[in-house]
Each structure stands twice: as C-alpha cells, then as structure tokens.
C-alpha cells in the first residue's frame, strides 16, 4: 500500500442515508483506504447519518448535507460553492437523493470526476429521468455485482468504458480465521452444538422469515444447533413478534446490532444470507469467506458471484426454507465438503476481494479518466 501517492487527489463521496449497512460500509471503506494513501477525502451527508459520525470521529473530512425539495436549488448551488472552495478532483456519489442533488453540484462546479455508485438492484420505471442520473450526472458508474451492471446496460444502454463491476474489498487482515471468538456466540447455549447466524441489518427483503422457516424444519427433523440473529433495523420490532409466535424465542438469540463482526464470524459456524431480491455483492458474505466460515446463500441479487455453488459455498433458491434447511444442515453435517469450501472462499477474496485490489482498481479509474 503506497503512502505517498505521485499525485494526491481530493475525493468526496456523498450518502443520503442516515443508517450503517453494507452501502454505509463501502463509502467509508473507500475514504479510510484513500486516506491512508495519503489522499485528501471528505464526506457530504446529513449529520444524523451513522457514516457522518464515524468518519469525523475518524480525522475525514465532513460537510453536512441539507435534504428538502424547496431546499434543492440554494443546497445545489452552496455544495457546488463548497466543492470549487476545495478543489475537488473525483466526486463520487451513492444514494438517489444525493445522486440528484450533489451531481447538480458537481455539474455546476464542474468537478472534473463524477461517479455515481449503485450497490443494490432495483427497477427504475421512468427509464428517461433515471439514465440523467446515470449519463449526464455521472462520468462513470460503479456497480458491486455483474447482475446489477447487466440491469443497467439493459436499461440504460450505457457503454462498457462507463460502467465498473467492483465488489467492497475486504480487510483480510481484520477478516481472518485466526483471532479472537466473540463471547456473544460462545458463551450462548450448549457450545457443543453449531452455532448458525445471520448478521445484516433487518430490513424486509434480507429473508428472515426464510430463515425462521428453516429453523421449524430442523427443529422438527431433530438437527440440534445455536441460532443467532445479529443486526438491527426497521424490521426488529415485526421480527420479534414472527420469532415469538414462531415458538422460537428459546431458540433464536437476537444480538442486535454489533461492532464485533470479525469475532463473531469466527464462532459461528454457518453463516447465512437470506436475501430475496436487491442483493448486490454481500460484503458479509466476503467477511465471512475470508474467515473461513461456511456461507449458505440464496440466489437473489449477486451472491452467487461470490458463494458459488459447490466451489466456495452452497446456494438455494431465495425465500426456499425447506431448501435453506438442507443446505445448513449439509454444511454443518459434510465436514470435509465444506472445508474445501471454506479454503477456497478465503484464496477467493485474497486473489480479487481485498481491500487493496479494490483499492488498486479505484485509482486505475480515476487515472483513466484524470490522467
């Protein structure tokens, strides 16, 4: 990793939203990697934002980002004020409302860089409004999986040199089989037994409900083993009550959210990820791999480009709980099986997920465009 960069760039990226996933991850992964590089990085975001704390309380640079319709044009003009002010050389924007808001500013301060980052697939049904902000707001466009890339260049015709597939690079030296095991996980239940997790925020199309299905089909074939749900979100309040009703409260621990994930991955045994639709490349499913912790995914969004089937991990077919039952069973059970599994899942993220792969690429970008 190069610590004085040839030529130092300044780079902000722009988050509207206010909560700390996957998405949240990456854009601070990219300003901590390009920081340590030895380049100027700054953050546009509202101050309530989880990213906007953590990446002040890390020596980042912040500005506050001011949301509201009426508001759109005078922000517009006060961002593009901001970004001549410090010379941005690479403005790289994540979510639809600040695409909107801090391209118009990027445009208007004639950045000489735009990039616009898409990390889940949705489906965009005014085609003509939505390639602005990919086209005329955009220089380039990011994506994390190939399926969200082909979804754009079927809609929005874009060339080959203006769109990058880049899954979020891992910290390979953080995410690790070797370290410390979370107590959360050793301490809860019979520790004989598999420990078996899910750890995403809990939003609605993660597959919890899928998950808890699973659960009842073991229970009732008699596989004994631990099952964990960390995380937290605006599901929490209606899983609670599904688990509830499920009958399985003795059974599921729900840890909340955590810092501790690295430590966490290692002690569970299977990790599971449930999602049914706009998956792009799941950076816990990479965390994971890298710690050699057997992964069960389901087919949706881009997870099959990472756990493949019969190569790093075992698929099934997205909201299957009888299906997701066999498969975690299967890892659990065919010990030899999954530990090929696992060693491939970890040379995998060595040979093109980390974090300085992703790194190394980003800067080939904005050489190709900066010169």
């Known amino acids: 990793m190069s610590s004085a960069p040839k030529h130092k760039w300044r780079i902000a990226h722009s988050e509207a939203s206010l909560g700390w996933g996957g998405q949240e991850h990456r854009v601070y992964a990219e300003l901590m990697g390009f920081k340590q590089r030895g380049h100027e990085v700054w953050l546009i975001a509202p101050e309530t934002a989880g990213v906007f704390a953590r990446s002040k309380e890390a020596g980042i640079g912040v500005e506050p980002l001011k949301r509201g319709k009426l508001r759109f044009p005078f922000e517009a003009m006060r961002l593009a004020t901001w970004l001549k002010k410090h010379q941005i050389d690479v403005l790289n924007t994540h979510s639809s409302a600040d695409g909107w808001l801090v391209g ?177 490349i799941p950076q816990i499913g990479l965390q994971a791999l890298a710690s050699k912790t057997a992964v069960v995914g389901s087919d949706a969004g881009g997870t099959p480009e990472i756990i493949r089937h019969g190569v790093t991990g075992r698929n099934f077919p997205a909201g299957n709980g009888e299906a997701l039952a066999q498969a975690i069973q299967e890892s659990v059970q065919q010990v030899e099986l999954t530990r090929t599994y696992t060693e491939a899942g970890r040379k995998m993220v060595e040979q093109e997920h980390s974090l300085d792969v992703m790194l190394d690429k980003l800067e080939d970008i904005y050489r190709r465009h900066l010169g």
């Open 104 to 280: 118009v500013a990027g445009r208007l301060a004639k950045v000489p860089l735009l990039i616009r980052s898409r990390h889940i697939d949705v489906s965009y049904p005014n085609r003509w409004l939505s390639r602005h902000a990919f086209t005329t707001f955009a220089d380039h466009v990011l994506t994390t999986s190939h399926k969200i890339t082909e979804h754009f260049q079927a809609n929005f015709q874009l060339a080959d040199d203006h769109i990058t597939t880049l899954p979020t690079g891992i910290d390979i030296r953080k995410f690790h089989p070797e370290g410390p095991k979370s107590d959360i996980i050793t301490q809860h239940g019979n520790p004989t037994l598999p420990a078996v997790a899910m750890i995403s925020v809990l939003r609605s199309w993660k597959g919890h409900d899928t998950f808890l299905e699973a659960i009842k089909r073991l229970q009732t074939k008699g596989f004994a083993a631990r099952y964990f749900i960390v995380g937290s979100g605006p599901q929490e309040p209606l899983l609670k009550e599904k688990i509830k009703n499920a009958g399985l409260s003795d059974v599921i621990q729900l840890c909340g959210h955590r810092e501790d994930v690295a430590d966490i991955l290692r002690a569970i045994d299977v990790l599971v990820i449930a999602s049914t639709k706009h998956e792009g």
